[in-house]
C-alpha cells in the first residue's frame, strides 16, 4: 500500500511539474511528445511528425480541435529550422508529395476546405511561413528567397526532396517561385492564385499604387495602429479585392485575427512588404536562368490590365507559363471558388 501511494504521488508531483513548465513557457525536450487534440492523436490516419517538438504558439489547432473529420485526416507537427520553429499540417500517403503555400493576410489555414480533396494518390502539406500563422521566430529577413530555404530546408527534413507539386496564393507565389528558381530538382511544378512577380517587366514600384496596403504595410507604424484592431483590419480588408461583401468567412477571420494578433506575426507580416524592394533584385537575378517545370497562373477578375500584368510576370519567370483570369470572382480564388480551384489543381498535377 505504502509503495502503491508512493508511486501515485509521485505520477501526481511529474504532472504538476509538466504543469508549470509548460504555463511558464518552459522548454521540454524534443523528443516529448507535443499536445495534440485527444481525436487526432488518437485516431488521425496522418503520417507521424518527424523531429516533433512541442508548440510554441498558443491555441494552434483553435480553428481545428472540434473537426473531428479533419482530424482524422490530417495532424499539427512543429520542427525547428534554423531557429525558427515551423508549423505544418500534413494528410495522406500517396506518392505525390503536394505542399500548400498561403498568402497575407492568411495561414494555411487558407487550404483547409480544400485539402481534403486533395488527398487521393498525394501526401499533402500546407507550411505556414517561417515567422507567419502558428510558426515561431522571426527569419534573418522576411524575403522570399529566405522564406523558401526554410520551406526547403523542412520539406528535406519530412523528407520530401523531389516531384513536389506546389500551390500557392499571393505572398505565397512568391516563395513558391523562389523555391522552385533556387532548388530546382526539388520541385515538378508551380500552381499559382493571384500573384505577379517582380524582377523584369514589373517592378515594386509598379505594384504600389494598384492597393494601399502595398505602402501602408512598409511604414514603421503600421503594426501600432493595428495592435488590438485586427479583426476590423481583416474583416474590412479582404472585401477591398473581391466582388463579394464577405468572401473570407466570419469563423475563418476569427482564426486569421487570432494568428496575426501575435506580436511577431504582425510585424513579420508587414516586413515582407518592407523587403519588398530586395525582392526586385533577388528575382531579377534568378530570372536569368527561366524555370522549364510547368507553371499555371490563376487570375482575379476585378481589374482587366491586373490579368495581363501578372500573366506576363509569370513569363518572366518560366516562358511556358500559363494561365487565366477566373470569371468575376476576386483575389481569395480558394474561398470565392473551391470546386474550380480543386478541380484546376487536379488537371495541371493529374493523379496516378
Known amino acids: 500500500m505504502m509503495v502503491s501511494a508512493q508511486r501515485r ?49 498558443r491555441d494552434y489547432d483553435a480553428a481545428t480541435r472540434k473537426n473531428a473529420a479533419f482530424n482524422r485526416e490530417f495532424r ?13 499540417v500534413i494528410g495522406g500517403h500517396g506518392p505525390n508529395p503536394m505542399v500548400l503555400l498561403h498568402g497575407w493576410p492568411q495561414s494555411w489555414y487558407a487550404y483547409h476546405n480544400i485539402m481534403p480533396e486533395l488527398l487521393p ?18 527569419p534573418r529577413a522576411m524575403t522570399p528567397n529566405v522564406m523558401a530555404e526554410y520551406v526547403h530546408l523542412l520539406l528535406n527534413r519530412l523528407g520530401v526532396q523531389r ?15 523562389a523555391l522552385a528558381a533556387q532548388y530546382r530538382q526539388q ?46 483590419f481583416l474583416t474590412n480588408f479582404y472585401p477591398l479585392v473581391s466582388k463579394l461583401p464577405e468572401p473570407v468567412p466570419a469563423r475563418d477571420i476569427t482564426e486569421y485575427t487570432r494568428v496575426y494578433s501575435r506580436p511577431q506575426v504582425l510585424h513579420n507580416g508587414m516586413d515582407f512588404y518592407r523587403d519588398w524592394p530586395q525582392v526586385d533584385k533577388d528575382n531579377a537575378a534568378l530570372m536569368r536562368t527561366p524555370l522549364t517545370i510547368p507553371v499555371r497562373l490563376l487570375s482575379m477578375d476585378l481589374v482587366p490590365a491586373w490579368t495581363a500584368i501578372s500573366q506576363q510576370s509569370m ?18 480564388l480558394i474561398e470565392e471558388r473551391p470546386a474550380l480551384v480543386i478541380a484546376e489543381i487536379n488537371k495541371f498535377y493529374p493523379a496516378p
Not at 38 to 57: D, G, Q, W, Y
Not at 76 to 88: A, D, E, K, L, P
Request: aromatic residues 8%.
Open 76 to 88: 499539427h507537427c512543429f520542427t525547428t529550422i534554423n531557429g525558427v520553429q515551423m508549423h505544418y
Open 9 to 57: 504521488l509521485g505520477v501526481l508531483i511529474g504532472a504538476v511539474v509538466l504543469t508549470v513548465v509548460t504555463l511558464a513557457g518552459g522548454t521540454l525536450t524534443a523528443s516529448a511528445n507535443p499536445p495534440q487534440p485527444v481525436a487526432a492523436a488518437m485516431h488521425s490516419k496522418a503520417p507521424a511528425c518527424v523531429a516533433p517538438e512541442r508548440p510554441l504558439s
Open 315 to 332: 513569363r518572366d519567370a518560366a516562358p511556358t507559363a500559363t494561365g487565366t483570369a477566373v470569371d468575376g470572382a476576386g483575389h481569395w
Open 163 to 177: 516531384n513536389v507539386q506546389v500551390v500557392a496564393h499571393d505572398i505565397g507565389v512568391g516563395v513558391a517561385y
Open 187 to 232: 520541385v515538378a511544378g508551380l500552381f499559382n492564385l493571384d500573384f505577379a512577380l517582380v524582377g523584369k517587366s514589373l517592378k515594386f514600384a509598379d505594384l504600389v499604387p494598384l492597393a494601399f496596403h502595398f505602402s501602408f504595410n512598409q511604414q514603421p507604424f503600421s503594426e501600432g495602429l493595428l495592435t488590438g484592431r485586427v479583426g476590423y
Open 121 to 138: 494518390g498525394r501526401t499533402v502539406i500546407a507550411i505556414d511561413h517561417a515567422g507567419l500563422g502558428d510558426s515561431t521566430g522571426t
